[in-house]
T-cell receptor, first 114, second 114 residues
């Protein structure tokens, strides 16, 4: 079984530029999460999807961050414009969903904003 | 919201000795407590988890204990080996009806001395 796939693995951009990250969850997993992990810290939840619906986006900075999960499978997280403080690893995770809550993480995208 | 505290931040033990990492949580509604291992530059990987209806769970050299009254849970690794060296994260969530996002601790850097 393939795991959670993310791309790109690394991204370097200038501040004020836009950037997008892509995630393909494990097949059949209804729940998808985006986390942000700063260096030396634990992951922090940005948004959770149940199928195509964003059911928890309270931690997503909506002035510059946006996300979508069209058709309830792949998801894209976007930052526009990026700031220096956005440099971090962006992790995607998925779980089967209702009453099956084990989360499986992707390898992450390491973003560097210059 | 939930708050998870993790101690110690760094733990150095001799190979073959035991290691214990402790976490406390604040939200009494939390009922799912996973532990993740993360090697440098890699994805977090689930090593063991426990739910609030269980007090202890073991898997070979790894065990987790949960004290709901005190709101703390611990990871125990016995007969430590060099490959156990990594950062370990505890987490908590309320997974009553859906797979809520996890709240992570800040991590423990476990160093196994040869």
């Amino acid at each position: 079984e393939a795991g959670v796939v993310q791309s790109p693995r690394y991204k370097i951009i200038e501040k004020k530029q836009p950037v997008a990250f892509w995630c393909n969850p494990i097949s059949g997993h209804n729940t998808l999460y985006w986390y942000l992990q700063n260096l030396g810290q634990g992951p922090e939840l940005l948004i959770r999807y149940e199928n195509e619906e964003a059911v928890d986006d309270s931690q997503l900075p909506k002035d510059r961050f946006s996300a979508e999960r069209l058709k309830g499978v792949d998801s894209t997280l976007k930052i526009q414009p990026a700031e220096l403080g956005d440099s971090a690893v962006y992790l995607c995770a998925s779980s089967p969903g209702l009453f099956a809550d084990t989360q499986y993480f992707g390898p992450g995208t390491r973003l560097t904003v210059l | 919201g939930e708050n998870v505290e993790q101690h110690p931040s760094t733990l150095s033990v001799q190979e073959g000795d035991s290691a214990v990492i402790k976490c406390t949580y604040s939200d009494s509604a939390s009922n799912y407590f996973p532990w993740y291992k993360q090697e440098l530059g890699k994805r977090p990987q689930l090593i063991i988890d426990i739910r609030s209806n269980v007090g202890e769970k073991k898997d070979q050299r790894i065990a987790v204990t949960l004290n709901k009254t005190a709101k703390h849970f611990s990871l125990h690794i016995t007969e430590t080996q060099p490959e156990d060296s990594a950062v370990y994260f505890c987490a908590a969530s309320n997974s009553g009806g859906g797979a809520d996002g996890l709240t992570f601790g800040k991590g423990t850097h476990l160093i196994i001395q040869p």
